[in-house]
Nanobody, 128 residues
Framework: QVQLVESGGGLVQAGGSLRLSCAAS??????????MGWFRQTPGKEREFVAA????????IYADSVKGRFTISRDNAKNTVYLQMNTLKPEDTAVYYC???????????????????WGQGTQVTVSS
């Protein structure tokens, strides 16, 4: 089992920045390679892909809507993945979820169905 805990959400004005963190724990996470992803969801909508990073940090992908504004990174020594969000817009308002997918493959990291574990989410609200 893998436990994921997100933090860092909050209320920010448009144009501001936030950094989300996702701390992973559990014996499975320590013993296997995991790709990590960030997704977000607003009421009545499907959970949508934001960014993902493979287990070695050699590959990252982003949704078109956040390219150039968001940066995903990870610190494997701390079992933590980050999402730096700059130039935030009101349309970025959502609950942000961290996901973990077992394995070293980069295949289909943008698809939520590929992820094995999820955190509880952290709310990000961007005011105009």
């Amino acid at each position: 089992q893998v436990q994921l805990v997100e933090s860092g959400g909050g209320l920010v004005q448009a144009g501001g920045s936030l950094r989300l963190s996702c701390a992973a724990s559990g014996p499975s996470f320590s013993n296997y390679a995991y790709a990590m992803g960030w997704f977000r969801q607003t009421p009545g909508k499907e959970r949508e892909f934001v960014a993902a990073i493979n287990w070695s940090s050699s590959s990252t992908i982003y949704a078109d809507s956040v390219k150039g504004r968001f940066t995903i990174s990870r610190d494997n020594a701390k079992n933590t993945v980050y999402l730096q969000m700059n130039t935030l817009k009101p349309e970025d308002t959502a609950v942000y979820y961290c996901g973990a997918r077992a394995g070293r493959s980069d295949y289909r990291l943008g698809f939520k169905s590929e992820y094995d574990y999820w955190g509880q989410g952290t709310q990000v609200t961007v005011s105009s």
